[in-house]
C-alpha cells in the first residue's frame, strides 16, 4: 500500500505559473479571473507524488498539509 499525502495551497504565495495544474491538471486549476492556482480535486496523492509536486511550485505555494489526516475525505468533527 502507498502512502498518501494531502496537499494545501496557500494562495497568497501563488504566483500563476501553472507548474501544478501542467503536472496535475485533474487536481489543480488556473483561475482565469484571480490568476492564481485552485484546488479542483481531492488533494490527496501517493507520498512521492505529492513530495514532487510541491518540489516543483516555483513559489511554495503548494505544501504537505501535516495538520489533516489523509485517509480522510474531510476533518473530523470535534463535537
Known amino acids: 500500500m502507498t502512502d498518501q499525502t ?3 495551497l496557500d494562495i497568497s504565495r501563488c504566483v500563476g505559473v501553472g507548474q501544478c495544474e501542467l503536472l496535475e491538471p485533474d487536481l489543480f486549476r ?3 479571473d484571480t490568476g492564481t492556482a485552485t484546488i479542483v480535486g481531492e ?3 501517493p507520498s512521492q507524488r505529492a513530495e514532487a509536486i510541491v518540489d516543483q ?3 511554495g505555494a ?3 498539509d ?3 489526516n ?3 475525505a474531510k476533518p473530523p468533527d470535534t463535537d
Do not use: A, F
Open 57 to 59: 511550485c516555483p513559489s
Open 30 to 32: 488556473i483561475d482565469d
Open 62 to 64: 503548494i505544501q504537505i
Open 43 to 45: 488533494p490527496v496523492l
Open 66 to 68: 501535516t495538520n489533516i
Open 6 to 8: 494531502r496537499l494545501g
Open 70 to 72: 489523509p485517509t480522510l
